[in-house]
């Protein structure tokens, strides 16, 4: 919530482009406009304008997990993969190759979601749980 109150005094300047994650700018516009859900036409804008930016993050950062908050299709953009991530995936979980390791993307509520917090840790534990058997079975079928 500090870097959105940030950026929304510096929203027109250099700053706001180059550091404020598209997420983070929606949420700004979002609370400016008393909006309590966010458009995800406008999310994936953001993440078209500033993909090349927003992926050589991810790159640096080199992540073995990342928790989408059912913005897959955002993270598919900045990625620029071909694969269709809104593949049916009961367990909404993803494999993404990254700096030559597997990187398990987990697309679940995002954390201001209304229901209770044990709710969410054993949702998002129980999906990571699966990603993790899938790799582990993978990894068996090749040996």
């Known amino acids: 919530m500090t870097w959105c109150l940030i950026a929304q005094t510096r929203a027109d300047g250099p700053i706001w482009k180059s550091l404020f994650a598209p997420d ?18 406008e999310i994936n804008q953001y993440a078209k304008y500033d993909k090349q930016q927003l992926r050589r993050e991810i790159e640096l950062i080199d992540p073995t997990v990342i ?10 953009i900045i990625m620029e993969r071909d694969k269709n991530y809104r593949q049916p995936n009961a367990n909404l979980y993803y494999i993404l190759e990254l700096n030559g390791h597997a990187v398990i993307v987990l697309d679940y509520y995002h954390p201001s979601n209304h229901y209770p917090a044990v709710m969410n840790y054993y949702g998002l534990l129980g999906i990571y ?6 790799i582990r079975r993978k990894r068996a079928a090749y040996r």
């Open 24 to 41: 983070c700018r929606n949420e700004c516009k979002k609370r400016a406009m008393a909006r309590k859900n966010s458009n995800m036409d």
């Open 67 to 76: 928790v989408c908050g059912y913005t897959i299709s955002s993270l598919q």
């Open 129 to 134: 749980q699966q990603a993790l058997i899938h």
